[in-house]
């Protein structure tokens, strides 16, 4: 529903729970919420993580800790980029982090993108 001053809540209704959405600060918007490209980037991070917690858990990994970060790079024509930032703090082998690497890109939400949206995914690994 839009509530005025360019601003967007959504309902969820399932659960009952809601969000805002403001326009760009840019567009003329408040710029005091995320924007519908700011969420965009949210939810494809919570897909990768949700994948890498699935392959982990299936095999055995732990991934209690890891932290992504998620935003969206504007340009003229809309989203230019998604920029995801992978922390892992916990010490794995070479093959179970290619094992996590690839679950995060089975993302079907990123996957689901347009191509031309490029997704830069950062990992830092502890050693």
């Given at each position: 529903?839009?509530?005025?001053?360019?601003r967007c809540?959504?309902?969820?209704?399932p659960?009952?729970?809601?969000?805002?959405?403001?326009?760009?600060?840019?567009?003329?918007?408040?710029?005091?919420?995320?924007t519908?490209?700011?969420?965009?980037a949210?939810?494809?991070?919570?897909?990768?993580?949700?994948?890498?917690?699935?392959?982990?858990?299936?095999?055995?990994?732990?991934?209690?800790?890891?932290?992504?970060?998620?935003?969206?790079?504007?340009g003229?024509?809309?989203?230019?980029?998604?920029?995801?930032?992978?922390?892992?703090?916990?010490?794995l082998?070479?093959?179970?982090?290619?094992?996590?690497?690839?679950?995060?890109?089975?993302?079907?939400?990123?996957?689901?993108?347009?191509?031309?949206?490029?997704?830069?995914?950062?990992?830092h690994?502890?050693?």
């Amino acid at each position: 529903m839009l509530t005025g001053g360019m601003r967007c809540h959504t309902h969820f209704v399932p659960s009952g729970a809601t969000f805002a959405t403001d326009v760009p600060k840019a567009l003329g918007g408040r710029g005091e919420l995320p924007t519908p490209g700011d969420m965009l980037a949210a939810c494809v991070g919570s897909c990768m993580l949700s994948m890498l917690a699935y392959t982990a858990s299936r095999k055995g990994i732990q991934a209690e800790g890891i932290c992504l970060k998620a935003h969206c790079t504007e340009g003229p024509r809309g989203i230019g980029s998604l920029v995801l930032d992978i922390s892992v703090p916990i010490p794995l082998p070479h093959n179970t982090r290619k094992m996590l690497e690839m679950a995060v890109r089975s993302c079907p939400v990123g996957n689901a993108i347009h191509p031309h949206i490029e997704k830069k995914i950062s990992w830092h690994w502890a050693d």
